[in-house]
């Protein structure tokens, strides 16, 4: 079965530093990756997506996030953080042909003004 | 373009009774995924549904929890029963046909609290 490791758990960063959390994933074959995001008292909400193709993948509100195959990571980046990033940040996964997401613990992000 | 949709936001229940969470998929979305997420922990698969049909419960307890589609109406995830440990936020995500190239698109969830 597949697995998804968040390793930074809390992360406090001060407004326009850059970020980059981690992301990595056991498993051996083809596999659609996600970053979702869920601001305070809101939903779920997707930032990103790779499914093939070029591995340097650009979301929403400037993220952007790279799938390096041989290290089975798929790291979340974003050059200048603003407040409003404060979030709980979820990195999934799924096997080609399987319909269910594998999630990651999360990492709880606190951008200090 | 109203989203996923999710009721209650809130439940409170007492242990041993039955706690009934609604989900309204997006708009033209036929294909229904639960998942739970226990405190301090990610979100986990429960249960993938199509209208009238269970295509994956594999993450779903084998006792006391069941999933539904129907084909009018919302899906509704019932746990009979509860216990303390039921105690979690529950999401629904909606897809809009079989294929992992389909993004999910998640509801607010259901906070379930069980005294």
């Known amino acids: 079965a597949q697995s998804v490791s968040q390793h930074n758990h809390h992360v406090i960063l001060s407004e326009a530093a850059s970020l980059e959390l981690g992301c990595n994933y056991s498993y051996g074959g083809t596999v659609n990756l996600f970053w979702y995001v869920q601001y305070p008292g809101q939903h779920l909400q997707l930032l990103l997506k790779?499914?093939?193709?070029?591995?340097l993948v650009k979301g929403i509100k400037g993220f952007e996030a790279e799938f390096i195959k041989s290290k089975f990571s798929f790291n979340l980046r974003k050059p200048s953080v603003q407040w409003s990033d404060t979030a709980e940040y979820f990195c999934a996964v799924n096997p080609l042909g399987n319909e269910k997401l594998t999630f990651g613990t999360g990492t709880r992000l606190t951008i200090i003004p | 373009n109203a989203g996923v949709m999710q009721n209650p936001r809130h439940l409170v229940r007492r242990r041993g009774q039955e706690a009934r969470l609604r989900c309204s998929p997006m708009?033209?979305?036929?294909?229904v995924y639960w998942y739970r997420q226990l405190p301090e922990e990610g979100l986990k698969f429960m249960v993938y549904?199509?209208?009238?049909?269970?295509?994956?419960e594999s993450g779903m307890p084998k006792e006391r929890f069941s999933a539904e589609f129907p084909k009018e109406g919302p899906s509704i995830l019932r746990i009979q029963q509860v216990v303390r440990g039921d105690s979690a936020a529950y999401f629904c995500a909606s897809s809009p046909r079989q294929g992992t190239a389909d993004t999910q698109y998640f509801g607010p969830g259901t906070r379930l609290t069980v005294l």
């Open positions: 708009k033209g979305h036929s294909h």
């Open positions: 549904l199509q209208k009238e049909n269970i295509i994956d």
């Open positions: 790779y499914f093939s193709g070029d591995p």
